[in-house]
């Protein structure tokens, strides 16, 4: 018996995924269209991934720059992929010691560095794409509760199925509880949606490869 083709957007948080379930894995050269195919599988058909993140800055870790744009460049190579840059804010803040010094001292002044417009972005694009019916699923790889209420409205008010990808292999969270399914990642699926080493983009003109501290 056929399937009536589910067009499918996915939403992915790079952030909330990378601290969650990539940083420190040899999984983070990842290929987030066939990583949602091998989540849901028929009758979703993957007509776009929007990819939500904040540049590195150079100046402050060139090191961390270059594998961030290494891998930018990489999903820039698949046409169904689309990123969209929020911001790093920096800003010098006081934070109050666990523990005092021994000298009395009770606050410290610290860097603080804060993404700026990933979780806002996602809300917007997820609930536009879904009042233009653009889709007739969503996926979203986000644990932030900031998206509960996006979720709800295109959930049920936009009467839009929204599946939430569990990050960490942890119990299902509130956004989880909010979503019309869930997802959860292994290291199976992972491993087995990796993208070739080496990626030609820019009209096959460039090339860029997986650095090899992600090996």
Do not use: C
């Given at each position: 018996m056929a399937h009536t083709p589910l067009r499918t957007f996915v939403y992915v948080d790079g952030f909330n995924l990378y601290y969650r379930a990539l940083k420190g894995t040899p999984y983070r050269w990842l290929d987030l269209e066939t990583l949602s195919n091998s989540l849901l599988g028929?009758?979703?058909?993957?007509?776009?991934?929007?990819?939500?993140?904040?540049?590195?800055?150079?100046?402050?870790?060139?090191?961390?720059?270059?594998?961030?744009?290494?891998?930018?460049?990489?999903?820039?190579?698949?046409?169904?992929?689309?990123?969209?840059?929020?911001?790093?804010?920096?800003?010098?803040?006081?934070?109050?010691?666990?523990?005092?010094?021994?000298?009395?001292?009770?606050?410290?002044?610290?860097?603080?560095?804060?993404?700026?417009?990933?979780?806002?972005?996602?809300?917007?694009?997820?609930?536009?794409?879904?009042?233009?019916?653009?889709?007739?699923?969503?996926?979203?790889?986000?644990?932030?509760?900031?998206?509960?209420?996006?979720?709800r409205i295109v959930k049920e008010e936009l009467r839009k199925p929204v599946g939430i990808v569990v990050l960490d292999g942890c119990k299902p969270g509130k956004l989880a509880q909010m979503g019309s399914f869930q997802r959860h990642l292994t290291p199976g699926r992972l491993a087995a949606s990796q993208l070739p080493r080496s990626i030609s983009f820019g009209n096959k003109s460039k090339t860029t490869d997986c650095p090899p501290e992600w090996t």
């Open positions: 028929v009758p979703h058909i993957i007509e776009k991934v929007r990819y939500f993140t904040a540049p590195v800055s150079g100046k402050q870790d060139r090191n961390t720059y270059t594998r961030q744009q290494k891998y930018l460049n990489a999903l820039r190579a698949n046409p169904k992929v689309e990123i969209h840059l929020g911001s790093f804010l920096a800003s010098i803040k006081y934070r109050r010691l666990e523990v005092p010094l021994t000298d009395g001292t009770t606050h410290v002044r610290v860097h603080h560095m804060e993404e700026k417009g990933s979780d806002v972005n996602l809300a917007s694009y997820l609930i536009h794409d879904a009042w233009a019916g653009r889709f007739d699923v969503a996926l979203v790889y986000s644990q932030d509760t900031d998206l509960l209420e996006p979720v």
